[in-house]
């Protein structure tokens, strides 16, 4: 028998799982840092000066791997409507969501921008497989079980129903801007295309929200609530992101991107734990229905 050294390592744990993990985890437990914080912030105030300080720190990160930061017209153009989709609309949609539902069912809801995004193929003419409709299908029909949390009956309560339609519309804008921002990404990077779009996006919000930035009651925020705030904007916005493309880098989109269906298992545990939220076992069927359907599309 050969022994292989190489191949006994490749086996075992790598730094790009390390990265991987490390994104999974911010990410998954930022649902419910970022619902604790909203009961002190306006959902428009906490992603827009959120993401201007996660903008700050991945420039921050490029200035520190020596990366030209120059962009041109044509380029600032398209950063702006990619920044526009990722920050503006996607995070807009997410904060008031979250701020709507529970943060469990949003990190299940969050999941669908796979589907999404077979779905904007297929408009644009790459039509998905048979194995992709399925997992469509299954995936919507998830989403309802999540929502309905019945089996056997209609139970859409009013208030939660559009929280929940907001963070499935915010997984929309989210498959819309990876669609979008692909070819810039793949001439400039990931890192930059996430900076500049992070600046223009977060600008867009603080405009739009300008009024809650001002009424916004800054000395009520308790200690708790900045660190909160904090957490989201470090780990959740800038870091995570960092440690997700570094991962990727290392092991390649088809095995990363299982990690993401880690998501919403770190994101349902941290908010029963530090939220005391409650999820259903016919939620938690309908979660496994939506991340197979996901799988089903994403490996047609």
């Not at 990410?27 to 959902?43: C, E, H, R, S």
């Not at 701020?99 to 069912?105: C, D, P, V």
């Not at 223009?200 to 009651?217: A, D, K, V, Y």
């Amino acid at each position: 028998m050969i022994h292989d050294p190489a191949r006994r390592k490749s086996r075992g744990m790598t730094g790009g799982d390390v990265f991987l993990i490390g994104a999974v985890l911010a990410w998954g437990i930022n649902f419910p840092i970022a619902k604790y914080a909203l009961d002190f912030m306006d959902p428009f105030t906490f992603s827009a000066t959120r993401y201007l300080a996660a903008s700050i720190l991945l420039f921050g990160v490029l200035l520190v791997k020596n990366t030209a930061i120059g962009i041109s017209a044509k380029e600032a153009g398209m950063l702006i409507i990619i920044g526009l989709l990722s920050v503006t609309l996607f995070q807009g949609g997410w904060a008031y969501g979250l701020s709507l539902t529970s943060a469990s069912k949003a990190s299940v809801l969050i999941t669908t921008s796979p589907i999404f995004g077979a779905l904007i193929s297929a408009v644009m003419g790459n039509r998905p497989g048979s194995k992709a409709w399925i997992g469509i299908f299954l995936s919507f029909l998830g989403v309802a079980v999540v929502i309905n949390n019945s089996l056997t009956e209609i139970t859409f309560n009013a208030g939660s129903i559009v929280g929940d339609m907001l963070i499935v519309g915010a997984s929309m804008m989210w498959a819309l801007y990876t669609y979008v921002s692909g070819p810039l990404v793949a001439k400039r990077g990931p890192l930059l295309v996430t900076a500049w779009a992070t600046l223009f996006g977060s600008i867009t919000l603080n405009l739009i929200g300008f009024p809650s930035l001002i009424e916004q009651n800054w000395t009520a925020i308790p200690t708790l609530g900045w660190l909160s705030w904090a957490s989201t904007a470090l780990f959740g916005a800038a870091l995570a992101f960092v440690w997700y493309c570094a991962g990727i880098a290392r092991l390649g989109v088809t095995k990363g991107m299982v990690y993401s269906f880690f998501i919403p298992v770190v994101a349902i545990l941290s908010s029963v734990i530090l939220l005391d939220e409650v999820i259903t076992p016919i939620q938690i069927f309908g979660a496994v229905i939506v991340l197979v359907g996901v799988k089903l599309t994403r490996s047609d």
